[in-house]
């Protein structure tokens, strides 16, 4: 709490902002439980009463070190599959959260959220899968089946080293540019409304950043790739923000995608041309 006070000098009036502290009178986990893969890493939401009180002080715990760890900032770090409570203490308060840790999937048959089956790892080279679920994969434009390099230099599966403009005028992805393994395809943009709407947050997988989605244990990764630019194939906000092609076109020379940053997740539209990473779904 903040209080003014006004002292006199003489003739001279000084008005100073005094700081009160509060006395705490609780502390909370967001929720008492929660799930954490191997290898991820994020910060713990707590709460203390009142608002006003400062969360300076907190002593952080785990009851098994060798499943989860904590930083003294309440940063959690899944380790081996198990589980692990998680203790925030200060003063005569504690809270606590027991969290399950496990093996996020890399399997080639995918992971089923709300009835849609999901690829685990990103589209690489055409027609095939990323080697880990945080790896970056190729970038693509809309309806296209060209692979573009999601680091620079700028290359292509196709030895272009410059930046395609062309659009192609499909409402759809069209079958014959389809760039996911066979079996799977570019998911609709009711499929990424769908994954949108199961929980999601902010994280790290062994360092790279992105967005967890899915429900417990049944949860897919997506990096946070960044994107190329519609114009000249520039690439921008790698490794904070990522960008996901849905199969669907909007208007005459722009497409649907998933899009989430540090402040936003949800779908767009940009320009056909811009270069974006791909989740397959299942067919």
């Given at each position: 709490?903040?209080?003014?006070?006004?002292?006199?000098?003489?003739?001279?009036?000084?008005?100073?902002t005094?700081?009160?502290?509060?006395?705490?009178?609780g502390?909370?986990?967001?929720?008492?439980?929660?799930?954490?893969?191997?290898?991820?890493e994020?910060?713990?939401d707590?709460?203390?009463?009142p608002?006003?009180?400062?969360?300076?002080?907190?002593?952080?715990?785990?009851?098994d070190n060798?499943?989860?760890?904590?930083?003294?900032k309440?940063v959690?770090k899944?380790?081996?599959?198990?589980?692990?409570?998680i203790?925030?203490?200060?003063?005569?308060?504690?809270?606590?959260?027991?969290?399950?840790?496990?093996?996020?999937?890399?399997?080639?048959?995918?992971?089923e959220?709300?009835?849609?089956?999901?690829?685990?790892?990103?589209?690489?080279?055409?027609?095939?899968?990323?080697?880990?679920?945080?790896?970056?994969?190729?970038?693509?434009?809309?309806?296209?089946?060209v692979?573009?390099?999601?680091?620079?230099?700028?290359?292509?599966s196709?030895g272009?080293?410059?930046?395609?403009?062309?659009i192609i005028?499909?409402?759809?992805w069209?079958?014959?540019?389809?760039?996911?393994p066979?079996?799977?395809?570019v998911p609709?943009?009711?499929q990424?409304?769908?994954?949108?709407?199961?929980?999601?947050?902010?994280?790290?997988?062994?360092g790279?950043?992105?967005?967890?989605?899915g429900?417990?244990?049944?949860t897919?990764?997506?990096p946070?790739?960044?994107f190329?630019?519609?114009?000249?194939?520039t690439?921008?906000?790698s490794?904070?923000?990522?960008?996901?092609?849905?199969?669907?076109?909007s208007?005459?020379?722009?497409?649907?995608?998933?899009?989430?940053?540090?402040?936003?997740t949800?779908?767009?539209y940009?320009?056909?041309?811009?270069?974006?990473?791909?989740?397959?779904?299942?067919?």
């Amino acid at each position: 709490m903040f209080k003014k006070i006004k002292i006199f000098l003489g003739v001279i009036c000084l008005t100073l902002t005094v700081t009160s502290c509060e006395k705490i009178t609780g502390i909370l986990f967001e929720t008492p439980s929660t799930y954490l893969a191997v290898g991820e890493e994020y910060a713990l939401d707590i709460t203390i009463s009142p608002k006003s009180a400062t969360g300076k002080g907190i002593v952080w715990s785990s009851s098994d070190n060798s499943k989860v760890s904590v930083s003294n900032k309440g940063v959690v770090k899944g380790l081996a599959v198990g589980t692990s409570i998680i203790t925030a203490r200060i003063k005569d308060y504690t809270a606590t959260c027991t969290i399950t840790v496990y093996e996020l999937s890399t399997s080639d048959d995918g992971v089923e959220i709300d009835g849609v089956v999901w690829a685990t790892r990103n589209i690489d080279a055409p027609n095939t899968f990323a080697a880990k679920p945080e790896s970056a994969g190729k970038f693509y434009q809309f309806n296209k089946n060209v692979a573009w390099s999601s680091t620079d230099p700028l290359t292509a599966s196709n030895g272009a080293v410059v930046w395609d403009n062309v659009i192609i005028n499909f409402n759809t992805w069209q079958a014959e540019n389809e760039v996911s393994p066979d079996g799977w395809r570019v998911p609709s943009l009711d499929q990424i409304k769908s994954l949108l709407g199961t929980p999601h947050r902010l994280t790290k997988i062994n360092g790279i950043f992105g967005q967890m989605f899915g429900n417990e244990n049944k949860t897919i990764f997506l990096p946070a790739v960044g994107f190329r630019y519609e114009t000249d194939g520039t690439l921008y906000y790698s490794g904070e923000a990522g960008g996901y092609w849905a199969n669907e076109r909007s208007g005459t020379s722009a497409a649907c995608y998933l899009y989430f940053g540090s402040n936003e997740t949800d779908w767009y539209y940009r320009t056909q041309t811009n270069g974006y990473s791909v989740r397959s779904v299942k067919k």
